[in-house]
């Protein structure tokens, strides 16, 4: 289903031009320095805002306009995954593009069924990154070559996808803060959940994965840089 573009979206006439605000997410001030120089070379990009933990994005999401988020998933306050849930959460509409370290076998799947609107490595060039934020901002998704043979092989049941993969958005959500030791009580006052219910997906998350406990979750979770 392609995006709709906010009706909030932001309109600046610059030599006839409209020019797209972007809200910079990473927890590197010298990473949002780089991005912020890359951008301003283009008249057609402003960062309207930077924030450095989930959180900040979160609140600034809330409180201003934005028309595309540009976000890291590797955030010491809280997983991509959350912060990614929550700003679509606050405004479904608004497109998310991943700019991460994290290969997209890693987490490109997992995350497009989360809403994210592309998913792209920070080993791209500047002029992909362009392209991709082009794409989103116009309402459409942006995949890599990688990301769309992983989604044709899925659809088409030739891949080899990693177990991980197959979770739902709930699940995998769940899988990644047990993997990082998180309990099952802790997770369910994060996610406003019963402690039933996030034992019943802990279950399924087990079953789907052929594991036995948390610690298995653990090992998958870094033998498959899930997490470090």
């Known amino acids: 289903m392609r995006l709709q573009l906010s009706v909030q979206r932001f309109f600046i006439h610059t030599k006839g031009s409209i020019v797209t605000r972007i809200l910079v997410v990473d927890d590197h001030m010298i990473v949002r320095a780089g991005l912020k120089q890359l951008l301003s070379e283009h008249s057609e990009f402003v960062v309207a805002g930077e ?18 988020v540009l976000l890291d998933i590797s955030m010491g306050d809280m997983s991509g995954i959350d912060t990614l849930k929550q700003i679509k959460r606050y405004k479904p509409e608004l497109p998310v593009l991943i700019l991460t370290f994290h290969a997209e076998e890693t987490y490109g799947v997992n995350l497009l069924r989360a809403g994210a609107a592309g998913y792209l490595t920070k080993v791209c060039s500047p002029a992909e990154l362009i392209t991709a934020l082009r794409m989103v901002a116009s309402g459409r998704r942006y995949l890599s070559p990688l990301l769309r043979e992983q989604l044709a092989a899925d659809l088409s049941g030739e891949a080899e996808s990693a177990p991980h993969t197959a979770l739902t958005q709930r699940e995998f959500q769940i ?48 033998k498959h840089g899930l997490i470090q």
């Open 51 to 68: 924030a450095a933990t989930g959180a900040e994005a979160v609140d600034m999401v809330r409180e201003s306009d934005f028309d595309v």
């Open 175 to 222: 899988f990644c803060k047990l993997a990082t030791g998180t309990g099952v009580t802790e997770v369910a006052k994060e996610l406003f959940l019963s402690v039933k219910t996030v034992s019943s997906y802990r279950l399924r998350v087990l079953q789907k994965m052929h594991l036995k406990t948390n610690s298995q979750i653990t090992y998958y979770a870094i």
